[in-house]
């Protein structure tokens, strides 16, 4: 089992970004994923999942911004950050049971 993360970069506040989840070795869409973030000098921060049946969650900071989606041909699970603030800024890990991403870097700079 496997999760890489991609999509990571330099965004002004305000702006969008979109992050993926690339599983190998188990179907995403059987699995819940969650999105972590951790923060500059914080330990990590759950920040929304998605349940194998399609349910999604969001942290309170989140809701209304972020939004997940599944891609089940590509075996991918998205977030896509809008209205980004600076305190979105941080490390994005997606992570299922059992596995961890390495992380994709967010900055939010004006």
């Known amino acids: 089992v496997q999760l890489v993360e991609s999509g990571g970069g330099s965004v002004q506040p305000g702006g969008s970004l979109r992050l993926s989840c690339g599983g190998t070795?188990?179907?995403?869409?059987?699995?819940?994923i969650s999105w972590l973030r951790q923060a500059p000098g914080k330990g990590h921060q759950w920040i929304a999942g998605?349940?194998?049946?399609?349910?999604?969650q969001y942290r309170d900071s989140a809701k209304g911004r972020f939004i997940t989606a599944r891609d089940n041909t590509h075996n991918t699970m998205d977030l896509q950050l809008n209205e980004i603030v600076p305190e979105d800024t941080g490390v994005y890990y997606c992570?299922?049971?059992?596995?961890w991403g390495q992380g994709t870097q967010v900055t939010v700079s004006s």
């Open positions: 992570a299922t049971e059992g596995a």
């Open positions: 070795g188990f179907n995403i869409r059987d699995s819940d």
């Open positions: 998605t349940s194998a049946d399609g349910t999604s």
